[in-house]
């Protein structure tokens, strides 16, 4: 196939499903989702002695065979900070002109679940290289709870492409414009030079919300690491309170973040993604801090935007660690960047409640829906 400008760019759902009829994508079609596609862990597990990547040209499986320490059964809970191997259900057979890249999904990410796809030969995590042909494996690290999962789960999604596709900064202001991105809490669009700069170029940043709906409402979560089983098949069955504390708003809008604790909080923005484009969340600049503000980073087409663009932007939230040091965090701080992919076409659904999609209408610091 000959590529131009006009059909380079990410896969959305309708290319996804022909590529799984020609066999390029080994999946099921109801793992398909508006630009990404869901994959799905097999019963095949082992507790790994550490993390690592595969070496050029060396089979995980060879890897498994020297660095395991058990093979693993998922009847039993997945231990704080073990770290597993799972084998998942799906495969790829990809032409030489087509790639992929991974994230985990927001539930996973707001459980403090790490997930990372790892393939054959090639050492770099949630990268798969074009024209890659093998199996798919995802290391998973339970960093705050015991984590009990079940064969089928989908902790991890990837979003398939035929060419780099991130919208470039000479583009960004035009795109900003046109489609209205960014709006404040009372539905405001937020004016393109308040968002546009050389300094962030071709991205959007985003910044933290601690003030809320004023002293004393919740503007976050705090984990509280403990030895107790969060059952992912269990949805709305959990109580918040045994897994995590709420934070409140505080007079000056300031907290102090622990050292190593896991944190959930929302931007201050509401964002949209058009139906023709893909969104990405990026770490902000090491520079301004050495914090981690999110695990899932995928954003689909129509998130926070609706058919027709009635919807003013959803707010984004944070899956945040700080590392290094306790770390003070103000309100409206910078705290993460978004960046766009352009759709080699509109994808032939959107990200919605009408698909079953938990946190389309989210509107503040959710936890993920496992909890009442």
């Not at 896969?11 to 398909?32: C, L, W």
């Not at 789960?153 to 900003?176: D, F, K, P």
Request: proline share 4%.
């Amino acid at each position: 196939m000959e590529y131009t400008e006009k059909n380079l760019g990410v896969f959305p759902s309708q290319m996804i499903v022909k590529m799984i009829e020609t066999g390029e994508v080994i999946a099921d079609r109801k793992n398909v989702q508006p630009a990404s596609i869901d994959l799905s862990i097999s019963e095949e597990v082992y507790r790994m002695k550490g993390t690592f990547l595969p070496r050029k040209n060396e089979k995980i499986r060879e890897v498994i065979e020297k660095e395991q320490i058990y093979k693993a059964d998922l009847k039993n809970p997945l231990e704080r900070n073990g770290v597993y191997l799972i084998r998942l259900n799906e495969s790829l057979a990809l032409p030489q002109d087509k790639f992929a890249l991974a994230s985990s999904k927001s539930s996973t990410g707001r459980v403090d679940l790490q997930t990372r796809l790892l393939v054959d030969g090639y050492s770099r995590f949630d990268m798969v290289p074009s024209g890659y042909k093998g199996e798919l494996w995802l290391q998973v690290i339970p960093k705050s709870f015991l984590i009990k999962i079940e064969a089928g789960e989908r902790l991890n999604q990837i979003r398939l492409y035929n060419s780099q596709a991130r919208v470039g900064w000479q583009q960004m202001e035009e795109i900003y414009e046109t489609n209205k991105l960014l709006f404040d809490r009372d539905s405001n669009f937020i004016k393109t030079d308040e968002k546009i700069s050389k300094e962030a170029g071709d991205k959007l940043i985003m910044n933290i919300d601690l003030e809320g709906e004023g002293e004393g409402s919740i503007v976050g979560y705090k984990n509280i690491p403990r030895d107790q089983v969060l059952d992912f098949s269990n949805i709305g069955g959990h109580r918040a309170e045994d897994f995590f504390e709420p934070i409140f708003a505080t007079k000056d809008k300031s907290l102090l973040l622990e050292k190593e604790s896991f944190y959930i909080f929302c931007t201050k923005e509401a964002i949209r993604i058009p139906r023709d484009f893909s969104g990405e969340m990026i770490a902000y600049d090491i520079s301004s801090g050495e914090f981690r503000s999110h695990y899932a980073g995928f954003f689909d087409p129509g998130f926070g935007y609706g058919e027709n663009g009635e919807i003013k932007g959803r707010r984004a939230v944070l899956e945040v660690r700080s590392f290094d040091n306790n770390f003070i965090f103000r309100d409206a701080q910078p705290i993460c960047q978004m960046g766009f992919e352009k759709l080699i076409e509109p994808a032939d659904f959107i990200y919605s409640d009408k698909i079953g999609s938990h946190y389309a209408n989210q509107s503040g610091p959710k936890l993920s829906k496992h909890f009442r």
